[in-house]
């Protein structure tokens, strides 16, 4: 029986890491969860799967959740940063799934590398701000990393067969977004209702915000050095929109490796909580004669820029990544809130990175530290 924690239980990530848990209920045990604002489905997480654990970030909905819960759970409910922490470190979880989405995720996966345990890592932040730091203290406490992102996952799977030595490329499959093939003259009157209408993928509100500015391919070019200790030149991206094909690895003979399936989640969740064996489910087969034509083309840098900003914090490097997440998590949730027009985003960060001295990274003080500077600075810019 393999025992989980989630860290975000509620979101798109969490609730898919569910349904693979209910796919999987005779292999799989959930032992901590958390959560925040959604109460309501906490409660029912809570009674469907009885974990002895879970987080409720704010004090006030803890009590709400408290006060709805069956008297009959014996569920512990713990807050805070502590909570999270506490989450994290469940002596008896194996794998902790890190869906929770933003710089919060930083300190809980922090601890559970430093108990060991397995890391299903499907916070962005985690890597993209920590880097090096986060896979040195992984190797120091020989804790695993497993990508849940699906273009990631892919690349893992690519590589199984394969020692890393012999990459010569890895290649980032991208939809491009709600906007692909758009212009900057187009994109100055974009609402939150257009940015969130994404064509493949289902996610929560601040990804597919970043998936409408490329954003989010950046942050993934960011993870992918780290997770396979490769150079930035050997990093392409290229605009896939069909989502069919996850990623690819090129190897040193030029052959070329691809993982394809449909865009469901689902299925990398399952591969992190079970590699490395492969398990039944019910999902969708592909058909390649169904889909009848898969395409590609190069992205266009120069009309969203944070693809490009990414790219350029990551052969900076430092503290500059950090800059770069910590900037764009205000801009899009300022975005969210219509106080910034989604132009304003790239923006914003090209001047708060303009503005950053990069530091080397050696502890986690060095991340938050970073991490203020940047939201101090886009006070000062507004």
Known sequence: ????????????IGTQTLDVVRENSDKIKVLSISG???????KE?????????????EEKNALKLKKILPSHVKTEIVTGMEGLIAVAEHEPVETLVTAISGMIGLKPTVAAIKKGKTIALANKETLVTGGSYIMNLAKKYKAPILPVDSEHSAIFQCLMANEDKAINKIILTASGG?????KTEYLKNITVEDALKHPNWSMGKKITIDSATLMNKGLEVIEAKFLFDIDIEQIEVVVHPQSIVH???EFIDHSTLAQLGHPDMRVPIQFALFYPKRVKNSYKSLSLS???TLTFEKPDMDTFKCLRLAFEALKVSGTMPTVLNASNEVCVKMFLENKISFLDIGNIIEEVMLSHTP???????????AENYAKTKINEIL
Not at 1 to 12: D, P, Y
Not at 45 to 54: M, V
Not at 178 to 182: D, S
């Open 290 to 292: 169904d889909i009848g």
């Open 178 to 182: 709600p906007f692909r093939g758009r």
């Open 45 to 57: 997480q809570i009674i469907e799967f009885n974990p002895n654990l879970c987080c409720v970030m």
């Open 1 to 12: 029986m393999k025992t989980i924690g989630i860290l975000g239980s509620t979101g798109s």
């Open 36 to 42: 925040n604002n959604n109460v309501e489905l906490l």
């Open 359 to 369: 530091q080397e990274i050696d502890s986690i003080e060095t991340i938050l530290l």
């Open 247 to 249: 990623s690819a690895v």
